[in-house]
Structures are given as structure tokens and as C-alpha cells.
């Protein structure tokens, strides 16, 4: 117990210093379910340690959420109340460094009646996106697993519920970078070099396209903005309060194994086919596939849950586009632990993937001088969804197309084709 304990303030330690690097005068807000209090004490003490000035934690319950999707209406799903606009508006000011913890149960949310949650999801989302806005790119975040009974029980169904908890906690250390004997700070030091030098390499080709295919179906092409470059591991904020007075390096995704780029918006052709379940709103899609045209998702299918995979892709008009492509060759340690995880934050990582939804618009050239629908119009898509879904395996292959037509390849049987 008393190992247990130190690894997981150690843990919390990794988050706040190395994940979202608080700085000295921060505000903190730390997201995480109720049943993880004891894991939010510890980084809040962590945070505070690392000269957090204030910490604000948020409680978030599945069944209260189901609760509140059977018996409020519509209007009082998607009301934003004073002291919601109250609090949106001091993060825009103060810009907090934002801690969000993932410890949900798969199928948590299983039954709630999705056509109503959509409904005031899009009554609210214009509310509260100008906040966003203000925000986009001048914070650090992270989002980060702890482990819970439900969750662990899901991933190991034939161990005792103990033995669940403590392999899961186990394979979150592991996948954190937290191996026994090491330094987890070198190894993400290390790690983040490793991205620098593939994500050098393939800013460096200029791609106008590319082209995966896999034995499963998968053929499928999406053309690349000139002016979006590609990114990996660690992040440095520029636009943060002028009262840090400097660059802040972070890492929002603990863990992360992804290199990934924002398509253009509008130019993407063929099927992709889905290599893992996809937890979306506390419900799973299973053995999914989806074909695009002139850029855009226009059929569907699934094995299980195909009315979530609906209710995903017509979430507003621009969810059925994309915003990510993302690299993750198949030897990452997510991969090879043979672990299905049923939480995007770690399945992401053990696949390539794509996402439906907004991109990123910090990736492109000189983002700062241009207005977030200016973005759109270049080619950014724009969305009230971001999610991620895998079509990695060991079979992948992707290929590279520059404008003259000189073909490279990238990946080889889910490998990196290419050293740095």
C-alpha cells in the first residue's frame, strides 16, 4: 500500500509539473470523477507545491449526469446560468492551467437518451463558444487516466475486482512513463525528442496528400494545408498571461504517442475502417466504418451502437468532417501491451487514428493573426465534437504524395518506413 501510495503521488507530481507545467501564480482547476477524491487531493497538493496560487476541483458523477439527461428538460440541459457565464469569464481572464482526469466507465452512460443530450448540446454550444475562442491556445491543459473500479473491470473482466483496479493503475503507470527504476521527467525528455525528430522529417516533406491502406478495407486519401504543419508530444504556449513573461512547455496528453496534422476541410476520399471500440458519451461503437466524399463522412455502419455513431456524425454540420490525422506506429508501448482500454486518451495512442470534428488552429501558419471563423474559411474545420476513432494496425500502410506526384512512404505494416 505504502508503494502504491508513493507512485501514485509521484504520479500526480508527473501530471502537474511535466503534463500541464503549473506556474508559480497559477490558478489551477482540476476536473475528475467523484469517486477519485483521494487522487484529487494528491494533485492538489501537487499543484499547490509547484506555487499554484488557487485550486478549484470539479466533481463530475455518470449517474448524476444520467439523471439529469431523464428529468431536466431540453432548455435546462443547455442553460448556461450567470454564474456558469461568471466562471467562463474569469478562465478567460486568468487562464487557469486545466488538469482533466479520465477514469469513466465505458458503458457509464448506457441508456441516456442521446437525440435530447444533442439537442442542448447544440442550444449551448454557440453560447459558450466565444469563450473558447478567447481561449484557444493561450492555456495549459492535460488530460490524464486514473484508474476506477468500473473502468478496470471493463478492461480485465476475469480478474477479481481488486486485482482489476491494481492492473489497470499498473498499466496507467507504465504507460505514463513511469517504469520501475527510471526517471519518468528523462523519459519524457527523451520521449519528446523523439517527436521532434519525426515530426521535423515530415514538416519537411510537404505532402500534398495521403494515402492509407489496409487488408481490412481501408482506402482512403486526405489532402494537407500547405500552411499546417504536424506536432507531437510536447506543446509550447505562446500566448499565455504576460504575467509568465516566458515560453511554457507542456504536455496536454499523458500519455501521448501521436504525431498528428489538421487536413484541409472539404478534401478527403474513400473508407476507413474502425481497428477498435469507440467510447463516445459513456456508450461503445463496435466494428464501425465510415466512407467520406468531397471531404465529408456521407455513410456509416456499425456492428453495435450505430445510433451513438449517428447521433456523433450529425452533431452540428461540420462533425462529419475532419480535424485530425493523427501517427502512431504500431510498436508504440500502448500498442504492444495488447491492452483494449476502452478510454480514447489511451486507444488513440495505440493506433493511427482520425478525428471527426473541430482542428486544431494553433497549427497553422501564424494562427494568432487570423479570427477563428477567418480559420474556417481557410480550411480549419470547426465543430462542437473532436473525437477520435482508430484505424491503425500492424497491416497499415501509408504513403505520402508531394504535388508532383513523387510518392514516399511513411508507415510499412504499421511501422514508421523512414528513420531520423
Known amino acids: 500500500m505504502e508503494n502504491f501510495e508513493k507512485r501514485l503521488e509521484d504520479y500526480a507530481k508527473l501530471i502537474v509539473e511535466v503534463g500541464v507545467n503549473v506556474q508559480k501564480g497559477q490558478p489551477v482547476e482540476i476536473r475528475i470523477a467523484a469517486d477519485q477524491y483521494v487522487f484529487a487531493e494528491k494533485l492538489t497538493k501537487a499543484a499547490y507545491e509547484a506555487g499554484a496560487?488557487?485550486?478549484?476541483?470539479?466533481?463530475?458523477?455518470?449517474?448524476?449526469?444520467?439523471?439529469?439527461?431523464?428529468?431536466?428538460?431540453?432548455?435546462?440541459?443547455?442553460?448556461?446560468?450567470?454564474?456558469?457565464?461568471?466562471?467562463?469569464?474569469?478562465?478567460?481572464?486568468?487562464?487557469?492551467?486545466?488538469?482533466?482526469?479520465?477514469?469513466?466507465?465505458?458503458?457509464?452512460?448506457?441508456?441516456?437518451?442521446?437525440?435530447?443530450?444533442?439537442?442542448?448540446?447544440?442550444?449551448?454550444?454557440?453560447?459558450?463558444?466565444?469563450?473558447?475562442?478567447?481561449?484557444?491556445?493561450?492555456?495549459?491543459?492535460?488530460?490524464?487516466?486514473?484508474?476506477?473500479?468500473?473502468?478496470?473491470?471493463?478492461?480485465?473482466?476475469?480478474?477479481?475486482?481488486?486485482?482489476?483496479?491494481?492492473?489497470?493503475?499498473?498499466?496507467?503507470?507504465?504507460?505514463?512513463?513511469?517504469?520501475?527504476?527510471?526517471d519518468p521527467v528523462k523519459n519524457w525528455d527523451k520521449?519528446?525528442?523523439?517527436?521532434?525528430?519525426?515530426?521535423?522529417?515530415?514538416?519537411?516533406?510537404?505532402?500534398?496528400?495521403?494515402?492509407?491502406?489496409?487488408?481490412?478495407?481501408?482506402?482512403?486519401?486526405?489532402?494537407?494545408?500547405?500552411?499546417?504543419?504536424?506536432?507531437?508530444?510536447?506543446?509550447?504556449?505562446?500566448?499565455?498571461?504576460?504575467?509568465?513573461?516566458?515560453?511554457?512547455?507542456?504536455?496536454p496528453n499523458m500519455p501521448t504517442e501521436e504525431i498528428f496534422t489538421t487536413p484541409m476541410k472539404g478534401k478527403a476520399e474513400g473508407t476507413v475502417y474502425s481497428?477498435?471500440?469507440?467510447?463516445?458519451?459513456?456508450?461503445?461503437?463496435?466494428?464501425?466504418?465510415?466512407?467520406?466524399?468531397?471531404?465529408?463522412?456521407?455513410?456509416?455502419?456499425?456492428?453495435?451502437?450505430?445510433?451513438?455513431?449517428?447521433?456523433?456524425?450529425?452533431?452540428?454540420?461540420?462533425?462529419?468532417y475532419i480535424g485530425e490525422l493523427a501517427l502512431v506506429p504500431d510498436s508504440s508501448p500502448i500498442s504492444q501491451s495488447g491492452i483494449l482500454f476502452y478510454n480514447t486518451l489511451y486507444d488513440e495512442n495505440a493506433s493511427c487514428h482520425i478525428a471527426l470534428g473541430a482542428g486544431f488552429p494553433d497549427l497553422y501558419e501564424d494562427y494568432d493573426k487570423y479570427s477563428r471563423e477567418e480559420l474556417e474559411k481557410l480550411g480549419i474545420n470547426d465543430s462542437m465534437i473532436h473525437v477520435d476513432f482508430m484505424i491503425g494496425s500492424n497491416e497499415l500502410d501509408i504513403d505520402g504524395y508531394t504535388k508532383d506526384g513523387k510518392c514516399v512512404p511513411i508507415f510499412r505494416k504499421g511501422e514508421w518506413a523512414f528513420e531520423v
Open 53 to 182: 496560487s488557487s485550486v478549484r476541483v470539479d466533481f463530475n458523477h455518470q449517474p448524476l449526469s444520467l439523471l439529469h439527461n431523464q428529468y431536466k428538460t431540453v432548455e435546462k440541459l443547455a442553460e448556461v446560468s450567470a454564474e456558469d457565464k461568471a466562471r467562463l469569464e474569469y478562465s478567460v481572464e486568468n487562464l487557469p492551467a486545466m488538469i482533466a482526469i479520465t477514469s469513466a466507465d465505458p458503458d457509464g452512460l448506457k441508456g441516456m437518451d442521446m437525440a435530447k443530450q444533442q439537442k442542448a448540446s447544440a442550444i449551448r454550444y454557440p453560447i459558450i463558444k466565444p469563450y473558447i475562442d478567447k481561449m484557444e491556445s493561450k492555456y495549459q491543459w492535460v488530460i490524464a487516466g486514473a484508474a476506477s473500479p468500473a473502468w478496470a473491470q471493463k478492461v480485465f473482466p476475469d480478474l477479481p475486482a481488486e486485482e482489476a483496479l491494481a492492473a489497470l493503475w499498473d498499466a496507467i503507470f507504465k504507460t505514463s512513463r513511469m517504469e520501475a527504476g527510471t
Open 275 to 320: 481497428t477498435k471500440p469507440l467510447s463516445y458519451m459513456g456508450q461503445l461503437i463496435e466494428n464501425f466504418s465510415i466512407t467520406f466524399k468531397d471531404g465529408k463522412a456521407v455513410e456509416w455502419q456499425a456492428e453495435s451502437g450505430s445510433e451513438v455513431l449517428d447521433k456523433m456524425i450529425t452533431m452540428d454540420e461540420n462533425a462529419a
Open 191 to 251: 520521449h519528446n525528442a523523439s517527436f521532434k525528430a519525426h515530426m521535423d522529417w515530415l514538416n519537411e516533406q510537404h505532402f500534398d496528400y495521403l494515402h492509407y491502406k489496409s487488408p481490412k478495407g481501408t482506402d482512403f486519401k486526405a489532402w494537407l494545408h500547405p500552411k499546417v504543419k504536424w506536432l507531437g508530444g510536447g506543446e509550447k504556449l505562446h500566448g499565455g498571461p504576460e504575467r509568465l513573461g516566458h515560453e511554457v512547455f507542456y504536455n
